[in-house]
Each structure stands twice: as structure tokens, then as C-alpha cells.
């Protein structure tokens, strides 16, 4: 395999590298600076909320149809989409702290990820087109 080749490989990889140590920047400082807003929700919990729902709507719009994401280049995708916002968000950690969570809380805070997660994309992708 010659330079050129290798390079091609490396960078996507690096791309979304960077995107993901800066999107897990960016959802610990979230995380951190959101108020707990009772004694038995803690602030991790509606950290994570926040940048979920946040996460969504801007995958949402970033990726909200063909026309819109042929505008993007290949590198932009890689970094914002898989790299930065596929780290700013978290599946893991949503379903760690559900598991820490008592029965009705646990409930209310799939319910409130999924609905508000799902409603968060479709609202970016409204956006965006309106946006274009």
C-alpha cells in the first residue's frame, strides 16, 4: 500500500476521532453544568436528556434529506455526524443511569428520551428544510 492509500484510510478515521473527542468534550460540560432539579433526579440524568433531545434535532437537520446532505461534504458528515454528534449523544449512559433510577422514574425518563428524542429530529429536519 503506497502513502496516498494510506492516507485515505487514516483520514476518515481521524475525522470522526476528532469530532468524537469534541462531542464527549461538550456533553460532559452539558452534563456538568445543568442544575439537579429535584433530590431524586440527578443532574446527570437531565444532562443526558439535554444533549439526546439536542443531539437528535441537530442530526435531524444535518441529515434531513438527500438534497440537503449532498450539499454537505463527505468530511463535514464525518466529523459533525458520526464523529461529534454521535458522541455528544449517548445510548450507554441514557441506559446506565435509567437502570439507577426508580421504577416510575426509569419510565418517565425512556418516555421522555424516546418521545422528546424522536419529536427533536423530526422538528430539525422541519428546520432545515424551511431553512434551504
Not at 494510506?6 to 476518515?12: F, M, W
Not at 440527578?42 to 446532505?69: E, K, M, Y
Request: aromatic letters at 6%; proline letters at 4%.
Amino acid at each position: 500500500m503506497n502513502e496516498a492509500q494510506v492516507r485515505a484510510q487514516v483520514r476518515p478515521v481521524a475525522l470522526v476521532a476528532v469530532g468524537g473527542v469534541l462531542g464527549a468534550v461538550a456533553r460532559h460540560a452539558v452534563t456538568v453544568s445543568l442544575p439537579s432539579p429535584t433530590i431524586s433526579v440527578p443532574s446527570v440524568v437531565l444532562g443526558t436528556l439535554v444533549v439526546n433531545v439536542v443531539g437528535s434535532f441537530a442530526l435531524g437537520a444535518l441529515l434531513s434529506d438527500a438534497r440537503l446532505t449532498t450539499a454537505l461534504s463527505a468530511e463535514t458528515r464525518l466529523v459533525v455526524g458520526t464523529g461529534f454528534l454521535a458522541s455528544f449523544t449517548t445510548y450507554s449512559t441514557f441506559a446506565v443511569e435509567t437502570a439507577s433510577l426508580s421504577p416510575r422514574l426509569a419510565v418517565a425518563n425512556v418516555a421522555g428520551n424516546y418521545a422528546l428524542g424522536f419529536l427533536a429530529v423530526v422538528l430539525g429536519q422541519v428546520v432545515a428544510r424551511w431553512l434551504s
